[in-house]
């Protein structure tokens, strides 16, 4: 089951969402918000799988929202607006839904989510190693050599213990094949294995000769990787 919450300033958007949300047998929708803010204080207390997201909204707009958030859910952005297509996707939106949307088009945004929460769901029963395809191979990789990955413009590069392995994938990609227990986005552009941490300094880490940058907002992350057992 896919657990969400809508944020929208228009009454009349939540509405639509809330009825197409209705007819989506493994979707949940928890609450509906028109204060992006109230929204904010509910996830600190709440975890969901999903935001269905308006863009253009009066005090924050919808990118900067999910930039806000530590550790944001997945999201679908739901708008009138097609020019923040790109933005969205920059940000790892699953999908883009442009108003008056169909449930035929919900329902395959919902599609979308569901199987990322399958890949991660499988994770926690998987091999310690992922095959990733990097140009016209697939590379098997094992988990514990991963130092960090880093954004790369279109691809995601792998840095490992014994070199680095580029491949063509989006950043929510890349989170889904990884145990969440153990890599953690500590910036808008860097996966760490927790395991491969030396030390922590203000404003950054290191894992080996590397040094990786802590994003703003991403405070809370740390905490949790310094008191995870």
């Not at 088009?105 to 990322?116: G, I, P, S, T, Y």
């Not at 580029?166 to 953690?184: D, G, H, K, N």
């Not at 996966?191 to 040094?211: A, H, M, P, S």
């Amino acid at each position: 089951m896919i657990t969400a919450i809508a944020i929208d300033d228009e009454p009349i958007a939540l509405e639509v969402v809330k009825s197409l949300s209705a007819k989506v047998p493994f979707l949940e929708l928890k609450e509906c918000f028109t204060d992006a803010f109230l929204a904010s204080d509910y996830l600190q207390k709440n975890k969901v799988d999903l935001l269905l997201l308006d863009i253009k909204m009066p005090d924050i707009s919808g990118l900067e929202f999910v930039k806000s958030l530590p550790q944001p859910p997945m999201v679908v952005f739901t708008t009138a607006y097609a020019e923040h297509a790109v933005q969205s996707f920059e940000l790892d939106a699953i999908d883009y839904l442009l108003k008056p949307f169909s449930l035929s088009r919900f329902l395959k945004a919902c599609n979308k989510v569901n199987d990322q929460i399958q890949l991660r769901s499988n994770k926690e029963f998987a091999a310690p190693v992922i095959f990733i395809k990097s140009g016209y191979d697939q590379v098997r990789i094992s988990l514990p050599d991963i130092l960090f990955v880093e954004s790369a413009g279109n691809y995601m590069q792998f840095i490992t213990a014994s070199g680095k392995i580029l491949s063509r994938l989006t950043m929510s990609e890349t989170q889904a094949i990884l145990p969440v227990q153990q890599f953690y986005r500590v910036h808008r552009s860097y996966i760490v294995n927790r395991n491969r941490i030396d030390r922590i300094e203000k404003g950054q880490l290191w894992l080996g000769d590397f040094c990786v940058p802590i994003g703003a907002g991403y405070a809370q992350v740390l905490d949790h990787i310094v008191g995870q057992k």
